[in-house]
């Protein structure tokens, strides 16, 4: 079986109580086609330049028009754990410990891929530590990040193909909660603290 893993910093709605919001509407400044260079957002380089996979797409959206398209990336296929996505620094950096960030997933198919949403900060070794994270795994099971070395624990609720999932992170200083479908999932100690 091949595995993808996509890392994706801020995709949907990010919310650090100074309200902040990544819709992927026209009215933001996106337009069609690939994310790279669009509203501070890079994607992977690869051999060939950048790749063209990650798009603003008007083929599905949770809300709205547009929306963030993880596409199928030729240039990586039949390969172990093949690491592309896309990245968004924030302009302010939000405070690790007292945020929510919600989003909406839709998968189309299982046994294909895994896709990973992680939020990150840099430590005092400037190396990117994982502050949350989801995975969507292509069994149609979702798994929640738990430390700094990307531990995960699964949660109760599945995905099921061609369904748009909810998903919210909540983190404050002490502790993290994972929501799916507005269920909570899992709370946890806020292990970046």
Excluded: C
Aim: overall charge negative; hydrophobic content about 35%.
């Amino acid at each position: 079986m091949k595995l993808f893993y996509t890392t994706l910093f801020a995709l949907a709605a990010a919310t650090g109580f100074s309200q902040q919001t990544f819709s992927f509407e026209a009215s933001e400044g996106y337009q069609l086609g690939t994310i790279n260079g669009q509203n501070g957002w890079e994607v992977t380089e690869g051999s060939d330049g950048f790749i063209q996979n990650q798009v603003i797409s008007d083929e599905n959206a949770s809300q709205g028009t547009f929306s963030f398209k993880n596409g199928y990336e030729p240039s990586f296929d039949f390969q172990w754990f093949p690491i592309f996505g896309a990245t968004k620094a924030f302009e302010t950096p939000v405070d690790h410990s007292n945020f929510s960030i919600s989003y909406d997933v839709l998968v189309t198919a299982q046994n294909g891929a895994d896709f990973e949403f992680i939020l990150y900060s840099i430590n005092e070794n400037e190396e990117f530590v994982p502050v949350a994270g989801v995975g969507i795994e292509n069994r149609g099971y979702i798994y929640l990040t738990k430390d700094v070395n990307y531990g995960f624990d699964y949660a109760e609720a599945e995905w099921t193909p061609n369904q748009w999932t909810s998903i919210k992170i909540e983190v404050t200083d002490a502790e993290i909660k994972y929501y799916v479908n507005n269920v909570l999932q899992q709370t946890i100690e806020n292990f970046t603290g």
